[in-house]
């Protein structure tokens, strides 16, 4: 699995979290890279996204100002910085990876996706 995600766990409403997902076996740097993620009996929702140079960034309208998705091409890694989570955070959170370098939130844009990683916010 050329994506790993780590970095979720069980925290209480306002408290942050960072996850951050590896790759490898891809050329990290010319690939667009996003989190998702999905809460049970959801479908799958965008988080947030990230172009290649890390130039673009885009979010989802419920983590705006809180949540921030930065990386790192030195160290193959995207990360997402949450703050001020919120019950309605819970969820697998999911990285992808868009071979095109572009920041787009449709899920079919991704041909990679790593095995996702639970967060947990209690209220």
């Known amino acids: 699995v050329p994506l790993q995600a780590s970095g979720g766990g069980l925290v209480q409403a306002g408290d942050s979290l960072r996850l951050s997902c590896v790759v490898s076996?891809?050329?990290?740097?010319?690939?667009?890279m996003a989190w998702f993620r999905q809460a049970p009996g959801k479908e799958r929702e965008i988080v947030a996204a990230?172009?290649?140079?890390?130039?673009?960034?885009y979010y989802a309208d419920s983590v705006k100002g809180r949540f921030t998705i930065s990386r790192d091409n030195a160290k193959n890694t995207v990360y997402l910085q949450m703050n001020s989570l919120k019950p309605e955070d819970t969820a697998v959170y999911y990285c992808?990876?868009?071979?095109?370098?572009?920041?787009?939130?449709?899920?079919?844009?991704?041909?990679?996706w790593g095995q996702g990683t639970q967060v947990t916010v209690s209220s």
């Open positions: 076996g891809l050329s990290f740097s010319t690939y667009g």
């Open positions: 990230i172009s290649w140079s890390g130039g673009s960034t």
């Open positions: 992808a990876a868009e071979g095109r370098g572009w920041t787009t939130k449709e899920p079919n844009d991704y041909g990679y």
